[in-house]
Nanobody, 116 residues
Framework: VHLVESGGGLVQAGGSLRLSCAASENIFSKYDMAWYRQAPGKQRELVAQITNSGWTYFGDSVKGRFSIYRDDAKNTVYLRMDSLKPEDTAVYYC???????????WGQGTQVTVSE
């Protein structure tokens, strides 16, 4: 299975972006899906998660600003990011989860840069 992230870019603080993660196969019925991010010099962190039943989880730093949803027909999971802050600058990755364990190797990710 290949996961391809897209949608990143440069945005001013307060702006919005929508990231996409397209899976090459229908895996949403089997696994939860999650978005992670990794900023320079920092560890990769879990940003948001959606279970195959639709339950969602968000990290404290993004609660109320980010949303996660998926389109099963397109095998795509999205991360909508609003009210972006400079500290949201990072490479964003998606992956499938089995429990708390990632299922696939990390992809290229998509760079999000938020300017002051």
């Amino acid at each position: 299975v290949h996961l391809v992230e897209s949608g990143g870019g440069l945005v001013q603080a307060g702006g919005s972006l929508r990231l996409s993660c397209a899976a090459s196969e229908n895996i949403f019925s089997k696994y939860d899906m999650a978005w992670y991010r990794q900023a320079p010099g920092k560890q990769r962190e879990l940003v948001a998660q959606i279970t195959n039943s639709g339950w969602t989880y968000f990290g404290d730093s993004v609660k109320g600003r980010f949303s996660i949803y998926r389109d099963d027909a397109k095998n795509t999971v999205y991360l909508r990011m609003d009210s972006l802050k400079p500290e949201d600058t990072a490479v964003y990755y998606c992956n499938a989860l089995q429990g708390t364990v990632k299922v696939y190797n990390w992809g290229q990710g998509t760079q999000v840069t938020v300017s002051e």
